[in-house]
Structure formats: C-alpha cells, structure tokens
C-alpha cells in the first residue's frame, strides 16, 4: 500500500466527476450537498443578526474548547494577565502554552464583546459593522487565530487550525458563506475516515487473530461519518451517537482468541496490534467529534498500520 487506502464506501459516497462541487440534491427525503464526493447533510441557515452571530461563535468556541488540550478556556476578563504572562516568557515549551491560554482569553474576551452588544442591541441601539467594539472583537479573534498554531489536539498529537478559525470566519462573513464552508470541511473529515478506516481493513482483516474484523470497521466507519455531518441539536443525535459508540467498542471487542500464537514474542505482536486498533478507533473518534479533518495524524496512523503488517509478514516468514 502506498499510504493511499482504499476508502469504505459510504451510502453518500459518489464518485463522479461530473457533479459540480457545492450541488444540491434531495436524497431519502434530506436535503444534502457534495464536496468532494460525499453528499452532506444539510441544516437551515439562520437570520444573519448579531443575534445569530453571538449564538454561533459562543458555539464554535465552547466546541473549540472541548477539543483542544487542558487549561486553555482563560476568562477574557484576564487578558491582560495572559498577554503579559506569554510576552514575559523565555522558555519555549512554556512559551508555547502560555500563547494557547492566550488564545483562550483573546476568544473569551470576543465572545464577552458580542453578548454586550448583543445587549445593546436588543433594547434598540443600532450596531454599525465599523463599530470600535466590533472592530476590538474582531481583532482579538484574529489574534487568537494567529495565536491557533500554538495550540494541540486534546490527544496531544496535532494541532486543529480549522477550529481556530472557525469563530473569526463566522464573525467576517456571512452566516450563509460560514455553513456553506463548513459543508467542505465535513467532506474533507469523511474523506478521513474512509481513509483510516480502508488502512485499518486492509492491513488487519488478512492477520489470523483479527480474520472478520472488515465488517466491524465498515460500521464504525459508517456510524463515524453519519456522526460528523449530524449536529447536536439534530433530533436523530441520540440514536446517531449510540449507534458511533456501540460500533465503536465492538470493532475493538473482536479479536479471534483461538488464533492466539502460542509464541510469546508473537503474542506481544498481536498485543501491538490490538493497541494500534484501539488507537485507530480513538483517532477516528477524535475527527469525528471535531468534526475538521486531521491529515497529519491520519497518515501518521496509516503509514503505522502498514509498518504493523509488515511487521507481522516478517514473523509468519520467521515462523
């Protein structure tokens, strides 16, 4: 394999390069949009008021929030502190998280500037775009977004510079425009999937103690994407989720113990694999809940899926 694996199909899944990016088609009664050759499923945009606005970029941070690594969800009433703490720092490593708690207070310090006029607005006082609070709100998040490339996936593993920018695009552009991008990065993040979910089929299913295992990654895959285009507020989100998690812990619970090697350095590469599994499942897990794809590590766990394979050819030829 060349890093490149076979995707699982998926039932939006169309590849044909005559549908024109960003068409509309009504399938199974759903309105849905293809992006690079996944149909996603659509959701209504709202009125593009200030109202919309605060109610989304509150959103897209608290979202932003539960993914990224610990301690960074700073209260903008202490950016100064934060600021001058990361300015004053020398240490890199140290320097590198003092930038990401940064990040953290210049968001919140947005999100309190967009409630208060909000506010305002609300008891009728009209909100101009060059208004210098919105142009402070805007800065900080453009700040916070120059600042994003300092901060890790909660795994540790990457970076999410999409889930950075996120909140100051929502803030620049049409609500509209917002959705309609958001639409292009879910089908990035299918494409994820598919792509982990083949490496996992191709390079697991021919191994004796995880023989079976294709039609288990198959779901998972299926259960992962249906997730990733289905919001939270979606009414399907409770039989959407159970079905993600349940696939989930039964790609993880199969294993054929009866083709156990009875050699204990064999035994440890089995052990190996079913750690890397696990590790497949959990990364599939951590695009699928961020919704925003994660190249990076992807290929990572590709390339180690395929030296895992390798390395269980190498024994069976030893044996």
């Known amino acids: ?24 088609r009504i399938i199974d009664g759903r309105e849905r949009v293809f992006y690079s050759d996944y149909w996603v499923k659509t959701y209504t945009v709202p009125e593009d008021t200030l109202q919309a606005k605060r109610k989304l970029i509150g959103a897209l941070t608290r979202r932003l929030f539960n993914h990224v ?3 960074l969800n700073i209260p903008g009433s202490r950016l100064n502190e934060a600021r001058k703490s990361y300015e004053d720092e020398t240490d ?3 320097r590198r998280v003092k930038g990401a708690m940064l990040a ?18 609300s008891v009728g006082i009209e909100i101009q775009s060059d208004n210098a609070l919105m142009r402070e709100c805007g800065r900080c998040l453009q700040e916070a977004l120059g600042l994003g490339r300092l901060v890790l996936h909660r795994s540790g593993e990457e970076g999410i ?3 950075w920018g996120e909140p100051f695009k929502a803030f620049s552009i049409p609500l509209e425009d917002f959705y309609e991008s958001r639409y292009v990065k879910i089908a990035l993040t299918l494409r994820d999937i598919d792509r982990i979910a083949g490496a996992i089929a191709a390079n ?13 990654v198959q779901a998972f895959a ?35 113990a009866a083709a156990m090697p009875e050699g204990l350095e064999d035994q ?17 897990s951590d695009i699928t809940r961020a919704r925003t794809p994660m190249p990076k590590s992807a290929q990572e766990y590709i390339e180690r899926c395929e030296a895992y394979s390798a390395r269980c050819a190498r024994a069976e030829t030893r044996a």
């Open 1 to 24: 394999m060349d890093g490149q694996a076979a995707p699982i199909n998926h039932p939006e899944r169309t590849m044909d390069n005559t549908v024109p990016e960003g068409t509309r």
């Open 69 to 71: 690594e610990h301690g």
């Open 92 to 94: 890199p490593e140290r």
């Open 104 to 121: 953290g207070a210049l968001f919140n310090r947005a999100a309190d500037i967009f409630t208060k006029l909000v506010e305002l607005q």
């Open 161 to 163: 510079d999409e889930l």
């Open 204 to 216: 697991f299913g021919p191994l004796p103690c995880f023989a079976g295992l294709g039609p288990h």
């Open 222 to 256: 299926c259960a992962a994407k249906t997730k990733t285009e289905t919001l939270r507020t979606d009414p399907d989100i409770f039989d959407v989720w159970t079905s993600f998690v349940t696939a989930g812990e039964r790609l993880c619970a199969h294993f054929n």
């Open 268 to 284: 440890h590469l089995v052990a190996d694999g079913r750690q890397l599994l696990q590790r497949g499942r959990d990364l599939i």
